[in-house]
């Protein structure tokens, strides 16, 4: 072969191997959209899902699945921000942070299952949280926690050294320069990593079986009340998401249109991740040009 | 073994020194001996090149003059700023940093607009007057030579500007907290010869009212504008005089190898 047949032969080949990962992907998506769309209707978004009969709706697993994921991010988000600056910022480079790192690495491939029944024994049953919405967000910090920390440290790391520099040449703290340089000028990034790891939470399953419980409880969207046990907002009632709702019909369900239920449900799913994104995408960019003055 | 001790160092009037170093040693993480007892009085409201090789110790040198090399070196000896050695421990190297700024190789304005990069330290450090941060902001970057080419888009990206432009900006960024001293490390180095230009007549208007210590790769940069030279070899500063003694009648046979062409 000439190097210019060898040359079109990789081109070629990488050509090829993309296609698949296109194919794959939009066969996956388009599946689950074309199965799923056709079930999906305002009385199915709006109406409580159903045990035993066909008809039912998701409206309470599409609020719990949202409300967990504020909750879970609320809590999560401080936490990684302020250990990812640790690491990136502030740790030597010594084996204590090395420490960190690897145990942090660790947690981030533990598989969901184990942190569903680690969460179920510490939150569910030692703190006596019960099933929750709270032992479901605690648990899923868990799960989100090393990912989001190792992202956003990595955006703050991608932030250029002169930037620093910068700051500290003009008598500005370390932490001043931190919180008003390098913070900002790593938001893109920091953004992409809650918009993932929003991702995974939102399509989390086992975690949530052994700690937000199943049964979806009675729900009074009039009950602004975070302590009555009705209201929508309390976190320590049970609730079921989507993706444990998914879970269930196909496993435990006997309603006759499960396949229809989980179809919907799945391409629903698909969908309110995809707003997510984009509009995390949209404010943090917002955010991010109001900060930077950026076009 | 080459001859690394002084060939000669001229001194000034006590009453005409901006800073001055002392017996200034600089050890990389403690250990590794890079500056070698180091003494140069820097002459008010001149411009003051610091010339030699790749590696020769100019920037950890000028590092340390603002306490930059803090938290990679250890620096030992006096630096002496209005009567006081601010080479210690207790001095607050925040605001010795707003006395002594600098201005590095790569222009580094941060990812804001062209207003919120010279109001930021400011504002960071409780001025919240915007009539006085307009005003601050307006004769930064008059002094800087900017003005008139930015007075139009203040609130726009700092990033968006030239090389030229944000280096010229970084320097207001510095003048806007009122320094006395100016530090550049190669300030042009990353220019086109007509910014380059242009900013050499800036540093030249700023010598009224500042001293400045810049590190230079360019022969003809520090003839054109420095006032005095100092020429570093292997981490000793082997001779300083004026900028034409140095360039035309060098004491030293380095000194004379070195504008020569001879190396570095
Ligand atoms: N942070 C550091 N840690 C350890 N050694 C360093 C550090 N910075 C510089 N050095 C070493 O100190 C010596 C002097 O470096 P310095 O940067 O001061 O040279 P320079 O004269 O500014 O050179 P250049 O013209 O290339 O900028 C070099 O041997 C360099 O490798
Ligand atoms: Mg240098």
């Not at chain 1, 990595?154 to 919180?179: D, F, H, M, P, Y």
């Not at chain 1, 993932?196 to 199943?214: C, H, K, P, V």
């Not at chain 2, 002084?6 to 800073?19: N, V, Y």
């Not at chain 2, 009212?209 to 292997?234: C, E, G, P």
Request: hydrophobic share 45%; proline share 3%; aromatic share 10%.
């Amino acid at each position: 072969m000439t190097e210019h047949q060898k040359d079109r032969f990789a081109t070629g080949v990488i050509y090829f191997l993309v296609g698949i990962v296109v194919i794959l992907l939009a066969g996956i998506l388009g599946n689950i959209l074309i199965n799923g769309l056709p079930h999906l209707s305002w009385h199915f978004l709006t109406s409580e899902s159903s045990d035993f009969q066909a008809g039912g709706g998701v409206r309470d697993q599409l609020f719990n699945s949202v409300y967990l994921l504020i909750l879970t991010t609320i809590i999560s988000l401080p936490i990684a921000l302020g250990a990812a600056i640790y690491l990136s910022e502030y740790a030597r480079d010594n084996w204590i942070t090395h420490l960190i790192r690897s145990t942090i690495e660790i947690l981030s491939s533990l598989p969901s299952i184990v942190v569903g029944l680690f969460g179920y024994l510490l939150f569910v049953v030692q703190f006596g949280f019960g099933f929750s919405i709270l032992s479901g967000a605690l648990a899923l910090t868990f799960f989100n926690l090393p990912i989001l920390t190792s992202n956003i440290e990595e955006s703050l790391k991608g932030v250029s050294a002169t930037q620093r520099e910068a700051g500290l040449a003009l008598g500005l703290s370390n932490w001043k320069t931190i919180r008003g340089i390098v913070v900002p000028a790593a938001l893109p990034g920091i953004i992409t990593g809650v918009v993932l790891s929003g991702g995974r939470i939102f399509g989390e399953a086992a975690t949530l079986i052994y700690t937000a419980g199943q049964s979806g409880s009675l729900v009074d969207y009039h009950n602004w009340n975070p302590l009555s046990p009705t209201s929508f907002l309390n976190v320590m009632r049970p609730a079921e998401t989507l993706a444990v709702h998914i879970w269930k019909v196909n496993t435990e369900g006997i309603i006759s249109d499960a396949t229809a239920v989980s179809a919907a449900t799945g391409a629903l799913l698909v969908l309110v991740v995809i707003i997510f994104n984009l509009s995390a995408r949209y404010f943090g960019n917002k955010l991010y040009q109001k900060l930077t003055a950026a076009k | 073994m080459e001859n690394l001790s002084p060939a000669f160092i001229t001194t000034f009037e006590a009453s005409e020194r901006a800073l001055t170093t002392e017996h200034l040693d600089v050890l990389y993480g403690g250990t590794i001996q890079k500056l070698f007892d180091t003494s140069l009085q820097f002459k008010r409201n001149s411009i003051t090149a610091l010339i030699g090789a790749s590696g020769s110790g100019k920037s950890t040198f000028l590092r340390s003059l603002n306490r930059m090399n803090d938290t990679v070196a250890t620096v030992n000896g006096k630096i002496m700023f209005h009567g006081l050695n601010v080479n210690q421990a207790n001095i607050n190297v925040y605001e010795l940093r707003k006395s002594i700024g600098m201005v590095f190789q790569k222009p580094n304005p941060f990812p804001k607009s062209i207003y919120d990069n010279i109001t930021y330290a400011l504002r960071a450090d409780g001025e919240k007057n915007q009539q006085k941060l307009a005003t601050i902001v307006e004769e930064s970057l008059r002094a800087a030579a900017l003005w008139d080419e930015v007075k139009d888009k203040l609130n726009q990206s700092a990033l968006a500007l030239s090389g030229g432009q944000q280096q010229r900006l970084c320097i207001a960024r510095a003048l806007a907290l009122r320094p006395e001293i100016i530090l550049l490390d190669e300030p042009a180095s990353a220019l086109d010869p007509v910014s380059t230009s242009k900013l050499e007549d800036t540093l030249k208007q700023l010598r009224e009212k500042y001293t400045m210590v810049m590190v230079t790769h360019n022969m003809q940069q520090a003839a054109r504008i420095s006032d005095y030279t100092a020429f570093f070899h292997l981490g000793h500063a082997i001779e300083y005089d004026t900028t034409t003694n140095i360039f035309t009648n060098p004491q030293g046979a380095i000194t004379e190898a070195y504008i020569q062409g001879s190396f570095g």
